[in-house]
């Protein structure tokens, strides 16, 4: 059974900096399509930023420039690391991960695995 384990959220200042990290269990991904969402209190769902085993990277305009997605494939391991963060990043942050994509078109599609949440803080 795969299952997919965040850590790394919390509450921080304005300016300041976290490192998400997403750890896959019960399967090897070699190819893989990892996406983060994040999703704030009443507010939709919203896809932040996406890596394939290809090389293709998404950003969100809102977090461009702030955000980088990556991937350890020894550690089966993905990590957001997210920069000067703003008080409107404050949301429930989830990973979502695939065995399979379509190389044209990878952020058009949830994938089958999520994670189960973390919690990210943006408060003086």
């Known amino acids: 059974q795969v299952q997919l384990a965040e850590s790394g959220g919390g509450l921080v200042q304005p300016g300041g900096s976290l490192r998400l990290s997403c750890t896959a269990s019960?399967?090897?991904?070699?190819?893989?399509?990892m996406v983060w969402y994040r999703q704030a209190p009443g507010k939709q769902r919203e896809l932040v930023a996406g890596?394939?085993?290809?090389?293709?990277?998404y950003y969100a305009d809102s977090v461009k420039g702030r955000f980088a997605i990556s991937r350890d494939d020894a550690k089966n391991t993905g990590f957001l690391q997210m920069n000067g963060l703003k008080p409107e990043d404050t949301a429930v942050y989830y990973c979502?991960?695939?065995?399979?994509?379509?190389?044209?078109?990878?952020?058009?599609?949830?994938?089958?695995?999520w994670g189960q949440g973390t919690q990210v803080t943006v408060s003086s």
């Open positions: 019960g399967y090897i991904f070699t190819i893989y399509a």
């Open positions: 979502n991960q695939g065995g399979d994509y379509d190389p044209s078109a990878p952020w058009d599609r949830e994938y089958d695995y």
């Open positions: 890596l394939t085993s290809g090389g293709s990277e």
